[in-house]
């Protein structure tokens, strides 16, 4: 590895990209047009939502309300735990993502009239939110058949009470935008390196190149080296436009959204180098492009909810950096986790570009045929 | 391998290259010595740029040998590399990075040391005429200038060995006549060069010369050597009707080619016809054109091209 080779590459391609106009006015075009867009909402229900449930009451009332929360369908318990800090706790690991608390006072609570039971959702999910207030309709009549009476006169508002941590407010930006970041860096970062190497071999630079002693690994490298600044520029602008017009909080520490962008900018760099070892043309490049890029929109947990998808595409999902980065933004910017407590996706990220760089490398041949 | 400075450069043996059915190049021998212009004559298509891109084993051959400056080929083509420069028939340079910026990129690519690079930019900006033009895109420049920057780039690092794919094939004639200056410039210099071309006038030029046709090396040797071989058999008709007087030579026997140059025609006579064949082509002409005169006329490249590849068709067809 000779470092002024590689230093030659990058200087090479920071040069060809500051005269090519299209390309610097998608770097900026791209995610302002894209943030705007999709600054609104994208809603559904959902079914099968990891819950956690405490029931500090246990009586056969409270038991027979979770029981009738479950049949709904739409929370499906992985945890169960004794106290609503504990819950709280798990929601922020990313472990659940709604919490049940029956308090001790259950019985009375009925009988009085006041919410019997609290529902604690992850607001940094908006799916999720929309998802809980289904949950506030369970009747709790039908859960107490014996004592019908009392609950009929239930006060305005549910029987159950609903917050929402962490976007208390509801608003769809404030979901829409960390995940925003992903796709549109998917997008790009794929695309640019997509076309970087099929590029210079339509042009025929890459029969110059082989022809010299410059190794694949300068060129991969010194190819992926200038696109990490550029999909840091796009982060930056999406934040900033994500503060300025929809003042989307980052709750965690900013080095730790940058560090999460990063890993997916190399995860995606790679990604793209390995597709301009196949391509045989720039157009071929840009369909495999999308035929990554749709996927990771449909399946990564972006407009769908990753809970409601059968297990087959979630497995298919569990192969997309982009489904690890949005676990890693989400609960950054939003629930102000650290990387350490979600350090299974950031190893998740290490791992796709290790494999894909190393894949990229040993395809590319110094040959013609 | 080099004996005393006139050694051999290249050597290939039975030099095969298959694309599925095709045979592009087919049992190729080749000898290069150093420090010579060796030319590869052959029209689209005869195997010119596979047999160079095998040399510098950007191609895996399917059969055959290859030795260039000591090394086999393709196993040693990583140590090849900083040794030779290649200079691609597509202008391969980067059309939007100015002349300095191509020169720089290369310096460092082909690993001209850094110390060296500024003074070695400035040299070939000076011998290549670009002082005036230097920091202009590539893509915006001339087929000639292109050409010459494409050069300048090849030899950045002072190559023994230089491969040259049709490298005027976009060049008008003067720049063209420039360009092989400096080529000979390079060869004198001690560079040794294979360039491909499918000009005649560019392969008269080469101290040797091999002649590819469909894949098959059919001749090889100096230009004079080449067409000494053709003494007596090459005769220019001058005639009022010359598409008369074609129509009625090209069916003869003796003839194996007859090409219009102009108002006169150019007749090139099959091995071992001397004198006494003459007869029947003076007999077929009169009937046609009473005035037609015919006169011996010296061989040329073109002649050479036209015999090797007839003659070593037709018998294989009479055969059939």
């Known amino acids: ?369 | 391998m080099s004996v005393n400075g006139q050694g051999v450069a290249i050597r290939a043996r039975g030099l095969t290259k298959r694309f599925g059915e095709l045979v592009a190049v087919d049992h190729v021998n080749l000898e290069v010595s150093s420090r010579q212009v060796y030319g590869f004559l052959g029209p689209n298509g005869s195997g010119k740029s596979t047999t160079i891109r095998m040399l510098c084993g950007l191609l895996t051959p399917s059969e055959g040998e290859i030795d260039v400056l000591g090394l086999h080929i393709p196993q040693q083509a990583e140590a090849l590399r900083s040794r030779i420069g290649y200079m691609t028939q597509r202008f391969s340079l980067f059309e939007d990075l100015s002349v300095r910026e191509n020169l720089e990129f290369m310096a460092a690519v082909q690993g001209v040391p850094k110390a060296r690079t500024p003074a070695r930019v400035k040299e070939l900006i000076e011998q290549y005429h670009f002082g005036d033009r230097e920091r202009q895109l590539a893509g915006t420049m001339s087929g000639g200038q292109k050409q010459r920057l494409a050069l300048a780039c090849a030899v950045i690092h002072e190559p023994e060995l230089l491969f040259l794919d049709e490298p005027t094939s976009a060049v008008d004639p003067e720049s063209r006549r420039d360009f092989w200056e400096k080529l000979f410039e390079l060869a004198d210099a001690g560079t040794t060069l294979l360039v491909s071309t499918h000009l005649m006038d560019e392969a008269e030029r080469c101290h040797r010369l091999a002649i590819l046709n469909r894949g098959v090396l059919v001749a090889d040797g100096t230009p004079t050597e080449l067409t000494g071989k053709l003494e007596g058999r090459t005769f220019v008709v001058d005639s009022s009707d010359p598409r008369r007087a074609q129509r009625a030579l090209v069916d003869l026997p003796e003839v194996l080619g007859v090409a219009q140059v102009g108002h006169a025609l150019r007749v090139l006579i099959r091995d071992g016809n001397s004198g006494d064949a003459l007869t029947p082509l003076r007999t077929a002409l009169a009937n046609v054109d009473p005035q037609a005169v015919m006169q011996s006329a010296p061989p040329n490249l073109e002649d050479v091209f036209v015999a090797v590849t007839r003659e070593k068709r037709e018998p294989q067809e009479r055969a059939a």
């Open chain 1, 1 to 369: 590895m000779s470092w002024r080779r590689l230093w030659a590459i990058v200087v090479k391609e920071l040069r060809q990209m500051s005269r090519d106009r299209v390309t610097l006015a998608m770097i900026i075009g791209i995610p302002v047009i894209q943030l705007v867009l999709f600054g609104y909402a994208i809603n559904t229900n959902l079914r099968g939502l990891e819950a956690g449930i405490a029931d500090q009451a246990n009586t056969a009332g409270s038991r027979a309300l979770v029981m009738d929360m479950l049949a709904t369908g739409v929370i499906a318990p992985v945890a169960s735990a004794d106290t609503p800090e504990q819950l709280v706790a798990m929601l922020r690991r990313g472990q659940i993502s709604i919490a049940v608390t029956v308090p001790p006072d259950f019985e009375r609570r009925r009988i009085d009239g006041r919410p019997v039971a609290q529902v604690m959702v992850d607001g940094s999910d908006n799916v999720v939110q929309s998802a809980a207030a289904q949950l506030a309709q369970v009747p709790i009549d039908s859960a107490t058949p014996d004592t019908r009476a009392p609950l009929i006169s239930t006060p305005q508002g549910g029987p159950i009470s609903i917050v929402s941590f962490y976007n208390p407010q509801r608003r769809s930006a404030v979901n829409i935008v960390p995940g925003l970041i992903g796709v549109i860096l998917t997008m790009t970062m794929v695309l640019f390196t997509g076309i970087a190497i099929v590029r210079e071999r339509e042009r025929g630079n890459m029969e110059l190149l082989i022809a010299t002693p410059l190794s694949s690994a300068e060129l991969m490298i010194g190819k992926v080296l200038p696109y990490i600044a550029i999909g840091l520029v796009q982060v930056t602008v999406i934040l900033a436009l994500g503060r300025w017009l929809f003042t989307v909080p980052i709750s965690g520490s900013l080095l730790d959204v940058y560090l999460a962008a990063g890993l997916l900018i190399l995860a995606n760099l790679t990604m793209g180098l390995l597709i301009s070892t196949r391509a045989q043309s720039q157009f071929q490049a840009m369909q495999m492009t999308f035929f990554v890029f749709l996927p990771s929109i449909l399946l990564s947990g972006f407009m769908f909810p990753f809970a409601g998808m059968p297990k087959v595409a979630q497995w298919l999902a569990e192969v997309l950096p982009l489904t690890h980065f949005l676990r890693l933004i989400r609960g950054v910017m939003l629930r102000g986790a650290s990387l350490w407590e979600l350090w299974a996706d950031v190893l998740a990220l290490v791992a796709f570009t290790a494999v894909m760089m190393t894949a990229a490398i040993l395809r590319f041949r110094k040959r013609l045929d």
